[in-house]
């Protein structure tokens, strides 16, 4: 099977690990960049990374959306607070093809559709599939275009279906998920994705909120008992959440979250390797954070379910302060 | 009528500037220091004061409570951080004298009740009086021996009833309120300590505790919207909790906050001047934070009495947690 063509919208931690992993893996990879453009045109990508470091001298780099051709599948690796432009920065789209988002929390693929149906005629009538991949990562930016890949690594790929129901994987997936395992790239697929971003949110909603507010890696959290109470109070309102709406969108069918993924999440979290949150290292270095994404969402799918949620408030209340100073 | 006197236990921000008043007054007063004993030893204390400059360069000043000679009233101005060392800090009582607390939050008379009793014999048989003062007042020190007010300065004074109920002041307390008033600070009794703690802690628990957890000044809370929206949360966790125990205590007797105090706390707070919390301070020059009175003890009291305060635990696991560290 030959592989697809990708257009890398945003070549930061996340896009550019894996899209030098996509053009590594022999597939036409295009990525936009913005203020590393210059270097990448010039030098091109270096990857460090536990699975190999490689480096690719030469990547096709854009510093603009339209000129880059018609691709199979356009990954969005924007923070989401960048999302509000994804209009003007997706390439043409063949027939066909697909919107990959590999971005954190909740109501990105609705949010992308909405955009691209305001879009519909300029894109004549051609609406691709919106497909969403949990990315089990860490990876980070450590200068232009070089990247470092420190733990982890696993996709979790699904697809959206405006009816909320789940849906099984499209071939156009399978596709996809060929051109990621030659990365190579453990890469799964889901037939619920909102489940699956309600489940990473267990983890993402107390951690990657707490780490912000309270100054604090995974271990300095995990060494005290209180914030680890506190963060058994975040899981449990978020599963509450998650499963409320399971409930709501498809009645009786038991389509929940089991409440051991908290004791599973916090024993897991207790050995890994002490971990500055993506949201922590956006804090630190002064950039807006994911706040509506990874907490906002969460939180107003809760208010309007009528779910009692006061610890995710307040949590949402500090982050935002924290975000708008 | 001839004036008290009085030892001052820890001459910080409160107890060198109400100290120094008394002394200006006419009473006898006996500081007790630690790192600034030599300093104020040789060149007194020095107010800076919105009601008038002023200095004392001779003021009797102690390193050791046993070098105190036997007063009418001890005031405890000590961090309550440090109230587990009051034992070894009081100097002796003269027969019908009180322990004087001009300390913030719950539960502290109650401890200062139980280690005197644990000193019984050692005191002869002599239980001083506890009373309380709260005092309304940003007071600074920004030297050896010096001391900036910098606005308001009330003091309410209440007894400490082992029976939890009102109590009519005493003649003790009209003398040492006679003396106040000669200072001149404007100084109220009241029949009803704990309620009147409670009614600090509206303001307190929110302002205090998020100065510390935001790192903001009250101006910085008082312009996001969703933070005054905590803030009015957490007021009305401190007032539920508050009247739980007053109808505990007092069945019947309408023993109770209005919460008509949310808006009139929050309306007064945006109008004075951009404030840094006395806990914020602390935080701010790595000292140990006054977290267990101000917001342990409340939050105890709701606990045992089954009230629901959500908010105000997980302030309580994100004080103790900068605390702790």
């Not at 997936?173 to 890469?187: L, Q, R, S």
């Not at 004791?263 to 500055?276: C, F, K, L, N, Q």
Request: glycine share 8%; with cysteine; proline share 6%.
């Amino acid at each position: 099977m030959s592989s697809l063509s990708y257009a890398i919208i945003g070549t930061g931690a996340i896009g550019g690990y894996y899209g030098a992993r996509l053009q590594q893996a022999g597939c036409e990879v295009h990525f936009l960049l913005r203020g590393d453009y210059e270097a990448v045109r010039h030098s091109g990508i270096a990857i460090e990374s536990i699975d190999g470091d490689f480096e690719l001298p030469q990547v096709k780099a854009y510093s603009q959306s339209t000129d880059i051709p018609p691709v199979d599948v356009a990954i969005v690796a924007l923070k989401t607070t960048q999302n509000n432009h994804l209009h003007t920065l997706l390439p043409p789209i063949k027939k066909g093809g697909a919107i990959l988002s590999l971005q954190n929390g909740l109501g990105i693929e609705a949010d992308i559709s909405r955009q691209l149906k305001g879009q519909l005629k300029e894109r004549e009538g051609t609406v691709p599939d919106i497909l969403g991949g949990l990315c089990f990562i860490c990876s980070n930016r450590i200068g232009p275009g070089h990247f470092r890949h420190s733990a982890y690594g696993r996709i979790l790929l699904g697809a959206h279906n405006p009816t909320a129901q789940p849906c099984t994987p499209t071939p156009l997936m399978g596709a996809i998920a060929a051109d990621f395992a030659k990365g190579p790239i453990a890469i799964e697929t889901t037939d619920d994705l909102p489940m699956a971003r309600w489940q990473k949110l267990v983890w993402n909603v107390p951690y990657s909120g707490l780490s912000v507010v309270l100054d604090a890696t995974t271990e300095e959290m995990m060494a005290d008992s209180g914030v680890q109470s506190l963060i058994t109070t975040l899981m449990a309102e978020v599963i509450n959440t998650a499963n409320a709406w399971g409930e709501q969108t498809s009645p009786g069918t038991n389509r929940h979250l089991p409440f051991s993924l908290i004791d599973e999440m916090i024993a897991h979290t207790e050995v890994i390797e002490p971990y500055r949150t993506s949201m922590k290292i956006d804090y630190d270095e002064n950039r807006p954070l994911e706040v509506e994404t990874i907490v906002g969402n969460p939180l107003r799918a809760a208010q309007a379910m009528g779910v009692s949620v006061p610890t995710m408030t307040m949590l949402y209340q500090q982050l935002s302060f924290l975000n708008n100073r």
